[in-house]
């Protein structure tokens, strides 16, 4: 049995937070698999020796300026697939769904949709992603299995995971519908492994640049997710938040999720 960690961060720009990337690799509690989204960077311009220095190997699907995911890890993955592979993937769906196997373990990193707007274009694309999400889940995968899905999947589960959730009913990450398709696709076997661990509230991994002292004040959402099945998360032993990271100077207005597992 050895210990086994597992972080997602939506790092805004992988070239501009290589410093606050660096720090969290380089430290104490580091991760074995880090899936990082929003990287916006092209696969030819991904920083790739930047981890092979830090001892990582990187694999990534991006493209020019927006989205983009990618998951470094000690070892290296035994299988990777982009993008949903329902026969419909287009240029943005194999930048936000990157798909690694790592023994008898599977790793999806997503990047979902923030939608805008409830009504608009992106959020009928955030909803559809949703769908395909489970879809792929029933298609490619088995709830017996050892699969962790994570990644900045943008909707709040609860109440308990946004700040004043009263004033924000139609919020495309908070609205009724939102959490319904994510519901959906939670319900497919997986458990919320950080709600395991930290049930309790005030527990956020995005405080919005727009509000000053959003991080010292704690006005934060928890839209970064780790959801495992059950065989994983039985195995799970802690999550924890990098908050320091967002404190850092030119941060991410998200940070570092990790989760612990026992296998």
Same mark, same amino acid.
């Given at each position: 049995?050895?210990?086994?960690?597992?972080?997602?961060?939506?790092?805004?720009?992988? /070239?501009?937070?290589?410093?606050?990337?660096?720090?969290?690799?380089?430290?104490?509690?580091?991760?074995?698999?880090?899936?990082?989204?929003?990287?916006?960077?092209?696969?030819?311009?991904?920083?790739?020796?930047?981890? !092979?220095?830090?001892?990582? !190997?990187?694999? %990534?699907?991006?493209?020019?300026? %927006?989205? &983009?995911?990618?998951?470094?890890? @000690?070892?290296?993955?035994?299988? @990777?697939?982009?993008?949903? &592979?329902?026969?419909?993937?287009?240029?943005?769906?194999?930048?936000?769904?990157?798909?690694?196997?790592?023994?008898?373990?599977?790793?999806?990193?997503?990047?979902?949709?923030?939608?805008?707007?409830?009504?608009?274009?992106? %959020?009928?694309? !955030?909803?559809?992603?949703?769908?395909?999400?489970?879809?792929?889940?029933?298609?490619?995968? /088995?709830?017996?299995? /050892?699969?962790? =899905?994570?990644?900045?999947?943008?909707?709040?589960? $609860?109440?308990?995971?946004? $700040?004043?959730?009263?004033?924000?009913?139609?919020?495309?990450?908070?609205?009724?519908?939102?959490?319904?398709?994510?519901?959906?696709?939670?319900?497919?076997?997986?458990?919320?492994?950080?709600? /395991?661990?930290?049930?309790?509230?005030?527990?956020?991994?995005? =405080?919005? %640049?727009?509000?000053? &002292?959003?991080?010292? !004040?704690?006005?934060? =959402?928890?839209?970064?997710?780790?959801?495992?099945?059950?065989?994983?998360?039985?195995?799970?032993?802690?999550?924890?938040?990098?908050?320091?990271?967002?404190?850092?100077?030119?941060?991410?207005?998200? $940070?570092?999720?990790?989760?612990?597992?026992?296998?």
């Amino acid at each position: 049995m050895a210990m086994l960690r597992i972080a997602t961060f939506n790092v805004n720009s992988i /070239k501009a937070r290589l410093p606050i990337v660096g720090k969290f690799l380089s430290g104490g509690g580091a991760p074995d698999i880090l899936c990082m989204q929003e990287t916006k960077c092209q696969n030819a311009d991904f920083p790739e020796d930047f981890f !092979k220095g830090l001892g990582y !190997k990187c694999a %990534y699907s991006g493209m020019k300026s %927006y989205n &983009g995911v990618a998951v470094a890890s @000690l070892a290296p993955p035994d299988k @990777l697939d982009a993008g949903f &592979g329902d026969g419909g993937d287009t240029e943005r769906d194999f930048a936000r769904v990157l798909r690694a196997r790592f023994g008898d373990l599977d790793v999806v990193c997503t990047y979902v949709p923030q939608g805008k707007e409830i009504g608009s274009p992106d %959020y009928d694309y !955030k909803l559809r992603f949703l769908e395909r999400l489970r879809a792929m889940f029933d298609r490619e995968y /088995k709830p017996s299995g /050892k699969l962790l =899905w994570t990644g900045d999947i943008n909707v709040v589960p $609860t109440d308990i995971d946004v $700040t004043h959730p009263e004033n924000k009913r139609d919020h495309v990450c908070v609205c009724e519908e939102a959490r319904a398709a994510l519901s959906a696709v939670v319900s497919w076997g997986f458990v919320d492994v950080f709600r /395991k661990h930290r049930p309790g509230p005030g527990e956020f991994s995005f =405080w919005d %640049y727009r509000i000053k &002292g959003a991080l010292e !004040k704690n006005i934060g =959402w928890r839209i970064d997710h780790l959801f495992a099945t059950e065989v994983l998360a039985d195995a799970s032993v802690d999550v924890s938040v990098a908050r320091e990271l967002r404190a850092m100077e030119r941060p991410s207005d998200h $940070t570092a999720v990790t989760a612990v597992f026992d296998l």
